[in-house]
């Protein structure tokens, strides 16, 4: 099964800047025997140049694909500051990343708000990659389960009929709150339980029998802890924030699969 690995951008590089990672992280993809599928999320604003730059490398095309870190949960109309996901497809926008924990919580981006974004991206027939994560004082107090079987239940109760007809466009990313940028990532064992929980959740809403949504594995991902974190039960992918901006860091996570 051919694994994810996915670069989280977040509000970070220049136009400069992220042209020439994209271009380095196509070239050392290229290099490699067994490729991920790759998908980069870069600031909005850059989709266009990341995109063209993406499509000069036509042997790969396949690798490497677009997503969007951020997208309205509305139509074309007038919400000021927002891109629709019509827009996205001007891009070769595939991917929308919805519910990470950085709108979720510097944002503050309701459970309701995210499943409208799930919602209209189904609509849609975009590919979703959720992110659900609980903070470290749920960890701390035992609640990780509860936190996310809640914030799985919310994002999807809505959308179960249209993500049941293709499961393929459903990716989650558990990503621990507190492992986000922390350089601490989660433990193997506590990653492999709740990737086991999301799981049995999803086969409970959504008969994911074949186990065709992906779970991705997101915070504090490093070329040194990746291998082992690839490896464990029920991962298919990572999340990767820091380490992506740099094409050697990203490459050797990549060379790990
Ligand atoms: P870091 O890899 O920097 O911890 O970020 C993870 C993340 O938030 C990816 O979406």
């Known amino acids: 099964m051919t694994k994810i690995i996915a670069a989280n951008w977040k509000q970070n590089g220049s136009l400069k800047l992220l042209i020439k990672l994209t271009r380095d992280i196509r070239t050392g993809i290229n290099r490699l025997k ?12 850059y989709l ?3 995109s063209k730059e993406i499509k000069k ?14 997208i309205s ?8 500051g927002e891109i629709s996901i ?28 995210i499943s409208n974004k799930v ?6 027939n975009k590919k979703v990659i959720l992110c659900v994560g609980e903070t470290l004082k749920d960890y701390r107090s035992n609640n990780t389960k509860q936190v996310i079987t809640r914030q799985i239940n919310s994002a999807l109760r809505e959308s179960l009929q249209l993500i049941k007809k293709n499961k393929k466009n459903l990716v989650i990313a558990y990503e621990p709150v ?3 940028g922390t350089g601490r990532s989660a433990k193997i064992q506590d990653i492999e339980t709740t990737h086991t929980l999301i799981r049995k959740l999803l086969f409970k809403l959504i008969n994911d029998t074949k186990s065709e949504i992906k779970i991705l594995y997101g915070g504090s ?5 990746a291998k082992e974190i690839l490896d464990a039960e029920n991962v298919d992918g990572a999340l990767v924030g820091g380490a992506s901006l740099s094409a050697k860091k990203f490459i050797e996570i990549c060379r790990t699969i």
């Open 178 to 180: 507190w492992a986000i």
């Open 57 to 70: 490398n036509k042997a790969n095309n396949k690798n490497i694909q677009l997503g969007i870190q951020n």
């Open 119 to 124: 919602s209209i991206a189904f609509q849609k």
């Open 86 to 113: 019509g827009m996205t497809n001007d891009f070769g926008c595939t991917y929308i990343l919805i519910g990470h924990s950085e709108r979720r919580h510097i944002f503050m981006e309701s459970e309701k708000f």
């Open 48 to 50: 266009d140049p990341i």
């Open 73 to 80: 949960p509305y139509n074309n109309g007038a919400y000021t």
């Open 34 to 45: 067994k490729r991920p599928k790759t998908i980069l999320f870069p600031p909005s604003i």
């Open 221 to 225: 991902v490093s070329p040194q802890n």
